[in-house]
């Protein structure tokens, strides 16, 4: 059973930083793993993705103050966050779909507060 695991969500002030993990295990052949988020009332955000290659998607949200990395060794992927404001205040999910059926997996997501 593929399962991914998130960690690290917690509460910042606003123009800090936060670095979500995610990692899953399982045995699965990886075609991409990423991130979302969603806020109280809003539609649920794209904020990252890694496909197999490496090559990272396009994402609902600014690109400038977010980071997705990767370590296969471990497989996880990291969410690094600069710059919070109040209005990336979500539940961030991590997700990860394999190869051979194109099956999505997601965790149970990790809550991100940033205050003013």
């Known amino acids: 059973q593929v399962q991914p695991v998130e960690s690290g969500g917690g509460l910042v002030q606003a123009g800090g930083s936060l670095t979500l993990s995610c990692t899953v295990s399982?045995?699965?052949?990886?075609?991409?793993m990423g991130w979302y988020r969603r806020a109280l009332g809003k539609e649920r955000e794209l904020v990252g993705l890694l496909t197999r290659n490496g090559n990272t998607g396009s994402a609902d949200v600014d690109q400038g103050r977010f980071k997705i990395f990767k370590d296969s060794a471990k497989n996880t992927v990291y969410l690094q966050m600069n710059s919070l404001k109040p209005e990336d205040t979500a539940v961030y999910y991590c997700?990860?779909?394999?190869?051979?059926?194109?099956?999505?997996?997601w965790g149970q997501g990790t809550q991100v507060t940033v205050s003013s």
């Open positions: 997700f990860v779909r394999e190869r051979k059926y194109l099956r999505e997996y």
């Open positions: 399982g045995d699965f052949w990886l075609d991409r």
